[in-house]
């Protein structure tokens, strides 16, 4: 899920920038400094929404450098469990597929990628036995998180699946539902 999460920080404005006007030179900052971090408590940072408050600069002897207390507001990502999310197979390999889900991907494990026994081909495509229905790269799907791990912090794992009632490729689920209003009919 995407949150705008509030920061108080002390950022480090390098002389280079000095004659630039103090907010750019200070949004220019924290963009290098936050962009891509990944927290477990934050999730991934995707960029600066806003800065609210700057209170005076402060000079360190022997640095040259200015220091700001800041309040900032982040656009950050974080996989929520259970969280239904769209996204778009990256790559398939023979124990799953890897789906792109905003800044992060996330794994799907051949178990979990359809109600069928599947088969991995070697074109790189995960077929079901019963259903025929096939999985391959750049398809759009839905998949609901069902484990996050922050063990490496600079890649964190998410697992996911689709073997659940509307999830699954998009053509899958629109299958699934014009079958039941047919039904209904």
């Given at each position: 899920m995407f949150y705008?999460?509030?920061v108080k920080d002390h950022i480090r404005v390098s002389p280079e920038l000095f004659a630039k006007p103090?907010?750019?030179a200070i949004t220019e900052e924290i963009k290098k400094q936050y962009e891509g971090f990944i927290n477990k408590d934050m999730g991934v940072v995707i960029d600066v929404y806003d800065i609210s408050k700057i209170d005076e600069g402060v000079v360190i002897p022997g640095d040259g450098a200015a220091y700001f207390d800041t309040e900032f507001t982040l656009i950050t990502y974080k996989p929520e469990l259970q969280e239904v999310i769209?996204?778009?197979i990256k790559d398939i390999a023979d124990f799953g597929a890897f789906i792109t889900m905003?800044?992060?991907d996330g794994m799907i494990h051949i178990s979990q990628t359809m109600d069928d026994f599947v088969s991995f081909s070697k074109d790189k495509v995960l077929l079901g036995k019963e259903s025929k229905r096939n999985l391959k790269v750049n398809d759009k799907c839905k998949a609901r998180i069902i484990a996050v791990s922050y063990k490496d912090i600079a890649n964190p794992k998410i697992g996911l699946t689709m073997r659940q009632e509307?999830?699954?490729k998009l053509e899958w689920i629109e299958e699934t539902n014009q079958k039941k209003a047919a039904k209904k009919e």
């Open positions: 705008k999460t509030l103090t907010k750019d769209p996204g778009q905003g800044p992060l509307q999830l699954g």
